[in-house]
Every structure is written in C-alpha cells, then in structure tokens.
Nanobody, 116 residues
C-alpha cells in the first residue's frame, strides 16, 4: 500500500507560480512511476506530467515549458513546479503512483485556482 498526500494548492493570479508537493509513505520501494493529473469542473481527469524511477519525464502539451515535475533524492516526495499559470490551469490536482506490479494509488487532491 502507498499513501499519498498533496499540498501546495491555492489561489494565484494569472502569470503566477505555485509548487505542488505530494508526500508518499508506505511501500514506496515498489513505486516505478509517479505523476500529476488534474480535473477541472465538468471535465475528465487528464494527465499533466509523469516521471519514472529512472528520471524520464513526460508532459501534456498544454503545460510543456511551464510546468516541471521532479522528485527528491529519497523519491518519497513528488513536486510539480508550475509557472506562467493560466485560468485554464484551474483544477483539482491529483498525485498518482504506479508500482512495479501495476497497482495504482491516488491522493485526495489539492485545488489550484488561477484568477485575478
């Protein structure tokens, strides 16, 4: 089992920055990929960015060049550095991990609102 707790969301003006964090605990040795997803009101949940245990990253086209995904050295904290935020980035952001055996775990989400 892996437990995930997101933090760092809030209200930010367009053009601003935020850093989201996701603290992982439990069987973190089994994690081989981590990622951020988001869900805006009335829309489907969508991938934002992923990172593998080997450090390979993948980004949605809508956030390339503005968002950066990273982990700490212990790989028990996942980050999402968000810059040049737009109103379209407003959503609940969820942390996800996938284990080597194919199990997936989700956090409860943190809300990001981009508005003037």
């Amino acid at each position: 089992q892996v437990q995930l707790v997101e933090s760092g969301g809030g209200l930010v003006q367009p053009g601003g920055s935020l850093r989201l964090s996701c603290a992982a605990s439990g069987s973190i040795f089994s994690i081989n990929a981590m990622g951020w997803y988001r869900q805006a009101p009335g829309k489907e949940r969508e991938l934002v960015a992923t990172i593998t245990s080997g450090g390979s990253t993948n980004y949605a086209d809508s956030v390339k060049g503005r968002f950066t995904i990273s982990t700490d050295n212990a790989k028990d904290t996942l980050y999402l550095h968000m810059h040049s935020l737009k109103p379209d980035d407003t959503a609940a952001y969820y942390c996800n991990v996938r284990t080597a055996s194919g199990l997936g775990y989700w956090g409860k989400g943190t809300l990001v609102t981009v508005s003037s």
